[in-house]
């Protein structure tokens, strides 16, 4: 299983910096610093975050002008930067990182990322009442699991033939 950048000091910048938003707002963060980062090839973190910071004006003047519905996101977007200026460079330092690695690592990484997200916030679900009949149409004689990701864990082996009487 591949873990580049996943528990790694940049990954901590990373999320530390992106803990400032709302999740729905995130990704608009990343590709704001990894966009110009591979596209312009830009090495340093402080260039990067000059570039972000002239790109969010930019956007800011047009969304002013045209009346634009994402103002606000964008407005908060530079106000954490200013607000936060050294977690931005150290993002900014993690875009650059990213940007520079293969695209079929990035791919791999955010394939183990999103299906560790995944099982997290499987982890706070019930089991379903799908997985808890097909539990014991599998035959499963313990007690019920206590969430999503253990009742899936349960199916998988069960389904391999190992057993657990719970």
Not at 23 to 45: D, G, I, Q
Not at 50 to 61: C, G, P, S
Not at 133 to 149: E, F, I, Q
């Given at each position: 299983?591949?873990?580049?950048?996943?528990?790694?000091?940049?990954?901590?910048?990373?999320?530390?910096?992106?803990?400032?938003?709302?999740?729905?707002?995130?990704?608009?963060?990343?590709?704001?610093?990894?966009?110009?980062?591979?596209?312009?090839?830009?090495?340093?973190?402080?260039?990067?975050?000059?570039?972000?910071?002239?790109?969010?004006?930019?956007?800011?003047?047009?969304?002013?002008?045209?009346?634009?519905?994402d103002l606000d996101a964008l407005v908060e977007?530079?106000?954490?930067?200013?607000?936060?200026?050294?977690?931005?460079?150290?993002?900014?330092?993690?875009?650059?990182?990213?940007?520079?690695?293969?695209?079929?690592?990035?791919?791999?990484?955010?394939?183990?990322?999103?299906?560790?997200?995944?099982?997290?916030?499987?982890?706070?679900?019930?089991?379903?009442?799908?997985?808890?009949?097909?539990?014991?149409?599998?035959?499963?004689?313990?007690?019920?699991?206590?969430?999503?990701?253990?009742?899936?864990?349960?199916?998988?082996?069960?389904?391999?033939?190992?057993?657990?009487?719970?």
């Open positions: 299983m591949l873990t580049l950048h996943d528990g790694s000091a940049t990954s901590k910048f990373r999320d530390q910096f992106l803990s400032r938003f709302a999740t729905e707002r995130r990704s608009r963060v990343v590709n704001l610093f990894t966009v110009p980062a591979r596209n312009l090839r830009l090495v340093s973190s402080d260039a990067l975050l000059a570039h972000v910071r002239q790109d969010l004006d930019q956007r800011i003047r047009e969304a002013m002008y045209w009346g634009g519905r977007i530079r106000d954490v930067i200013e607000a936060h200026p050294e977690e931005a460079r150290r993002f900014a330092s993690w875009a650059i990182s990213w940007a520079s690695l293969p695209a079929g690592v990035r791919e791999q990484v955010k394939v183990q990322r999103a299906e560790r997200y995944r099982r997290e916030w499987m982890a706070h679900q019930p089991p379903t009442e799908r997985q808890l009949a097909y539990l014991y149409r599998l035959g499963y004689a313990g007690s019920p699991p206590s969430n999503r990701a253990e009742a899936s864990e349960l199916i998988d082996r069960l389904a391999k033939g190992a057993t657990r009487d719970g």
